[in-house]
């Protein structure tokens, strides 16, 4: 089993930034894969990044590389997601999940956060 708790999130107006956390705890190294998702009311959740608990890969969704950064903090179990010039289409419910398998597919991450609400204010 593996727990994630998101924090982080909150209103910001457009081109502001925000740092979304998510502490992780369980069996993190048996789920290798650490994913940010997202999900607009009305909307597919969709993937935004992700990165492993071990080596260097990481990968972004076209509509954020260059403006989010994803990291962790290996010390704490914690991954990070900071985000900048951040636009009202960013707007969403963030989450966190965990999976074996580093794949932009939600379906295949087992484990997931409760999310956290962005809102960019125009």
């Known amino acids: 089993q593996v727990q994630l708790v998101e924090s982080g999130g909150g209103l910001v107006q457009a081109g502001g930034s925000l740092r979304l956390s998510c502490a992780a705890s369980?069996?993190?190294?048996?789920?290798?894969?650490m994913g940010w998702f997202r999900q607009a009311p009305g909307k597919e959740r969709e993937f935004v990044a992700l990165?492993?608990?071990?080596?260097?890969?990481?990968y972004y969704a076209g509509a954020v590389r260059g403006r989010f950064t994803i990291s962790r903090d290996s010390a704490n179990n914690t991954v990070l997601l900071q985000m900048n010039k951040l636009t009202p289409e960013d707007t969403a419910v963030y989450y966190c999940?965990?999976?074996?398998?580093?794949?932009?597919?939600?379906?295949?991450?087992?484990?997931w956060g409760q999310g956290t609400q962005v809102t960019v204010s125009s």
């Open positions: 999940a965990a999976g074996p398998t580093q794949t932009t597919y939600a379906t295949r991450y087992a484990y």
């Open positions: 369980g069996r993190i190294f048996s789920n290798n894969i």
């Open positions: 990165l492993a608990w071990s080596g260097d890969n990481v």
